[in-house]
């Protein structure tokens, strides 16, 4: 196969390549998919569609998410389709008012290794999977699961066909089967964090934009921007994307509606006009401008108890569900296929595979539950209604701007905010690291205790190669 930049230096190889059966072809899945591969597992996806969706909204990927795609080679692919982002404007969605700014300091972002870029999804997506195969992952698309055995390990078809492997990895999102299979043995948490909400998204073309005079504005900058607008009850998300595309993605929350629907379906343009109708003149302008729409429900899903069964484990929003534009929404997904391939590099035999699965939840489960407490509570502090919270909030933004200080800088006795924590322990986190640590301070020493009581499958090679292609990395 052809060299793919940035994987010319190997990382450690599986003594014992076994294979993967990845249910699921989004972001997750190809993600993983791409990350096992790295480490030289033989990987199948299959994904539900015969082909991606036309639809497609805005993506923001953060440092913790950007570093690991750098870190996989992607980095000249990804300035193809992203814009990286430097600034952030805080406006009031009912009058426009410039709350205040910040401009991401590069020092900051050397610490955390990455960048903030923002692309369309379904550029994100397509990347994701072109690299998956030219990595050798085999991805089945038009390939629908009826149903997992994870204790068979194995999964059947709509068709029939039966396929098995070693390792069953549940990555077909909150709707999917693989989920509703782990609830078979558990019951769902309650929301942590109610929300109850419903969210639009669209682009809009940069084309359109640039010859409104009022809009234009949006783009008026040295560096790319991004745009957050405060509501009552509501909130915007104003996103400037690239690729070869380029366009503004809005994100615009607000009370529940009756047009619910997914990712994957239109939804009325009224709905989208109607959560905007109290805004300021700009996202009444951009509102007109759309020309298509989507709707899904924020409901503040918390993550699930357990996130594996016998040979099966799952992950990305099929276990712990982000709010809908959120910035850790891709960015959990990715590092969750990182954590899972760097555990699965030091396996030499079969009786380590269910170890290795419930050391990733271990791994996982408490850095996602917190993100998702921090990514509800950012909605909650943007939708803030009237009131003595909403009041101390714009004032201390509007304090910092007189004051020449970043609104996400924690200066003095003003209040560090949520965004300013967010930057300091979720940016800065390396899942890679994360995993490489386990490995260092508990694995082996499970390892040497394992191997006193037994070593009788060391070398044990897997079997089903029939389903896998076998391709070497170089």
């Known amino acids: ?37 790295r480490v030289g597992h033989r990987v199948l996806v299959l994904e539900k569609d015969a082909t991606f969706p036309p639809i497609s909204g805005p993506c923001r990927m953060p440092p913790n998410l950007s570093k690991i795609l750098y870190h996989w080679g992607l980095q000249d692919e990804l300035s193809k389709i992203g814009v ?5 404007n805080i406006c009031l969605q009912s009058t426009g008012e410039l709350l205040g700014k910040h401009i991401w300091d590069e020092e900051v972002l050397r610490e955390t290794r990455g960048e903030f870029i923002f692309a369309h999804i379904g550029d ?33 078809l709509s068709t ?11 990555c077909d999102g909150p709707s999917g089967i693989t989920r509703q299979v782990l609830l078979i ?28 005079p009022q809009l234009k504005e949006l783009y008026d900058h040295k560096i790319p921007t991004m745009y957050t607008w405060f509501g009552d009850k509501h909130a915007v998300l104003g996103i400037p994307l690239g690729g070869r595309n380029p366009a503004f993605g809005l994100c615009a929350y607000g009370p529940q509606d009756k047009y619910e629907g997914s990712w994957d379906e239109p939804a009325p343009l009224p709905g989208l006009r109607g959560m905007l109708e109290s805004s300021e003149s700009r996202l009444l302008r951009l509102s007109k401008l759309a020309t298509n729409t989507v709707c899904v429900h924020v409901d503040g899903k918390a993550p699930l108890e357990d996130w594996v069964d016998g040979f099966m484990v799952v992950m990305g929003a099929a276990v712990h569900p982000m709010p809908p534009g959120s910035i850790q929404e891709c960015a959990l997904t990715v590092e969750d296929g990182a954590v899972l391939a760097k555990l699965f590099s030091h396996l030499h035999c079969k009786d380590q595979i269910k170890s290795f699965l419930w050391a990733f939840q271990d791994l996982r489960q408490p850095r996602c539950a917190a993100v998702h407490r921090k990514e509800a509570g950012i909605i909650h502090y943007m939708t803030a209604e009237p009131g003595e919270f909403q009041s101390a909030r714009d004032d201390m933004m509007r304090a910092k701007q007189q004051a020449g200080v970043g609104i996400l800088d924690a200066t003095g006795d003003l209040e560090e905010t949520p965004e300013w924590v967010e930057i300091k322990e979720v940016f800065g986190y390396d899942a890679e690291d994360d995993a490489d640590n386990w490995w ?5 020493l499970r390892e040497r205790a394992r191997t006193n009581s037994s070593d009788s499958h060391m070398g044990e090679v897997a079997g089903t190669k029939n389903l896998f292609s076998d391709v070497q990395i170089v």
């Open 185 to 212: 043995e558990q019951e769902e948490y309650d929301d942590e964090v109610p929300i109850n909400m419903s969210m639009y998204c669209t682009t809009i073309p940069k084309t359109l934009i640039m010859k409104d």
């Open 1 to 37: 196969m052809a060299r793919i930049p940035g994987f010319s230096n190997r990382p450690k190889q599986a003594a014992l390549p076994i294979d993967f059966l990845i249910v699921g072809g989004g972001i997750a899945g190809f993600a993983c998919a791409i990350a096992l591969r």
């Open 124 to 156: 994100l997506r397509r990347l994701l999977y072109d690299t998956a195969v030219a990595v050798g992952a085999n991805v089945r698309l038009g390939a629908r699961v009826n149903t997992v055995n994870p204790d068979a390990q194995t999964v059947t």
């Open 160 to 170: 029939g066909e039966l396929l098995k492997a070693d390792v069953i990895v549940g």
């Open 440 to 444: 260092v301070e508990w694995g082996l």
């Open 84 to 88: 990286v982002s430097g600034a952030i």
